[in-house]
């Protein structure tokens, strides 16, 4: 969904690499997501935030951390990059008001950790 | 913490087939959602089913959630080629977590013309 932005799109790093991802939207919804993608496992729950003030850890958080920088910006940081972080890292985001709360992905960032 | 579990994983059919994808989950969900991801694409929203034993359609799809509310399941009759892709369900426990989903591994569909 272009109103969901990730940046960068493909990024190859070393292990031990600091590396941010971001992720901004121009839908105006409160709640934003960050999963990863792997061959088989399929989407998991890296930290959700339901508002800017309200991060929250989901199933696979070791490794990572997040910050709410405005309503509109959610980024994802790997501290210390090791291999088994190769994956696709997609943003979500919905919106509390909406019936279905359905949740509208960005992109994707292809992450390559050597 | 909630499991979703999805079967199978791979599905090869051929055009004019029909294609069915099961979503379990390990606890009472509130609702469950569908997306479909297009190869190379990103996963996109196609309906949520919220009671227990409901049925929707949407043209040649049929979605159902078990009375039990923890298993659903994707019906796609006479699958086109326009129907590759990956299905994945996603449940939500409700409560304060409402809007956190768990997803399911996914059914890669390939369909032959």
Redesign the interface.
Known sequence: ?ADVTQTPRNRITKTGKRIMLECSQTKGHD?MYW?RQDP??????IY?S?DVKDI?KG?ISDGYSVSRQAQAKFSLSLESAIPNQTALY?C?T?D?WTF?????????TRLTVL | GQQVMQIPQYQHVQEGEDFTTYCNSSTTLSNIQWYKQRPGGHPVFLIQLVKSGEVKKQKRLTFQFGEAKKNSSLHITATQTTDVGTYFCAGSAGGTSYGKLTFGQGTILTVHP
């Open positions: 969904d709640r999963y088989g496992l399929g989407l998991r729950l959700y339901f929250n199933e997609f979500a919905s509390r279905y709360n359905e949740q509208f992905f960005g992109p994707g």
